[in-house]
């Protein structure tokens, strides 16, 4: 299972950019997908997740500006970031917890490469 995430850049304080991550290879269900970051000198940090039901969690440094979305088909999950902060700098890494093949049960735990998200204020 391959995650590729895509989308980060350089914006300036205020303004929205949109991730994506795109999970590919023996996928026989995703659970949940999520996104973390990690600034220089901290610890990786959820930011947000979601669910196969739909279901989301939000960090509070983010709640009411970022959104996490699913495209179930494509198995895709995209983080929308408006009134971004400079303090949202980091690079933003997916993950998703993959049920690889429908003759078991077992339950991986896959990660993107990230991508770099930098804020200028």
């Known amino acids: 299972v391959q995650l590729q995430a895509s989308g980060g850049g350089l914006v300036q304080a205020g303004g929205s950019l949109r991730l994506s991550c795109v999970a590919s290879?023996?996928?026989?269900?995703?659970?949940?997908m999520g996104w973390y970051r990690q600034a220089p000198g901290n610890q990786r940090e959820l930011v947000a997740s979601?669910?196969?039901?739909?279901?989301?969690y939000y960090a509070d440094s983010v709640k009411g500006r970022f959104t996490i979305s699913r495209e179930y088909a494509k198995n895709t999950t995209y983080l929308q970031m408006t009134s971004l902060k400079p303090e949202d700098t980091a690079v933003y890494y997916c993950?998703?917890?993959?049920?690889?093949?429908?003759?078991?049960?077992?339950?991986?735990?896959?990660w993107g490469r990230g991508t770099q998200v930098t804020v200028s204020s």
């Open positions: 290879g023996s996928i026989f269900s995703i659970n949940t």
């Open positions: 993950d998703a917890v993959v049920r690889p093949s429908k003759v078991t049960t077992y339950l991986g735990d896959y």
């Open positions: 979601i669910t196969s039901g739909g279901s989301t």
